[in-house]
């Protein structure tokens, strides 16, 4: 069966970076795409991103141009998320999610709780 | 800027049907958006409900339908359950590779 597993949770100072991983298991880790969305404390849910791990393109929400870094591993089936410059609003919960290019999430990991503070 | 726009909130008593939409903030959605729709409840990752406009996503029960209603997609929730009380969320897919979510509905079975 699909599985995404995610890193762990993260504690994160202004400014500084962090990179949240996704294993993927259970099919052809270059046949689907990835996607990244994030959920603020009570908010909505947020897409960021895009990445092809067949090839390692990738596009990006206007607002995280800059800031976000999408990158893939076919030896290990693992997608990063790497975003940079963090300030207290980007404290939320990362979840990637298996999907197609049209922005259908089939399948989601489990979720990685980020938090930026002081 | 395009904004992808749902209903803040709704209720629907159990047993009863309820159709939440998502729009534009600008222009009509249609099957090419490929818009799709996702439950979540607190805590929770999102359930994959709907995509491609009508395709229900593996195991989800057909009282659960998309549509296109007019200028907007639309999801219709029939047999209302208490569980079904939840936030809903669409997602409509803007050309190059780009995604953008509703601001999501939350609804109420009461």
């Known amino acids: 069966q699909v599985q995404l597993v995610q890193s762990g949770a993260e504690v994160k100072k202004p400014g500084a970076s962090v990179k949240v991983s996704c294993k993927a298991s259970g099919y052809t880790f270059t046949s689907y795409y990835m996607h990244w969305v994030r959920q603020a404390p009570g908010q909505g849910l947020e897409w960021m991103g895009i990445i092809n791990p067949s090839g390692g393109s990738t596009s990006y929400a206007q607002k995280f141009q800059g800031r976000v870094t999408m990158t893939r591993d076919t030896s290990t089936s693992t997608v990063y998320m790497e975003l940079s410059s963090l300030r207290s609003e980007d404290t939320a919960v990362y979840y990637c999610a298996r999907g197609d290019y049209y922005g259908y999430f089939q399948h989601w990991g489990q979720g990685t709780l980020v938090t930026v503070s002081s | 800027q395009t904004v992808v726009t749902q209903e803040p909130s709704f209720s629907v008593s159990p047993g009863g049907t309820v159709t939440l939409t998502c729009g534009l903030s600008?222009?009509?959605?249609?099957?090419?958006?490929?818009p799709s729709w996702y439950q979540q409840t607190p805590g929770q990752a999102p359930r994959t409900l709907i995509y491609?406009?009508?395709t229900r996503s593996s195991g989800v029960p057909d009282r659960f339908s998309g549509s296109l209603l007019g200028n907007k997609a639309a999801l219709t929730i029939t047999g209302a359950q208490a569980d079904d009380e939840s936030d809903y969320y669409c997602?409509?897919?803007?050309?190059?590779?780009?995604?953008?979510f509703g601001g999501g509905t939350k609804l109420t079975v009461l």
């Open positions: 997602v409509l897919y803007m050309g190059s590779g780009i995604s953008l």
């Open positions: 600008s222009g009509s959605v249609s099957t090419s958006y490929y």
């Open positions: 491609s406009t009508n």
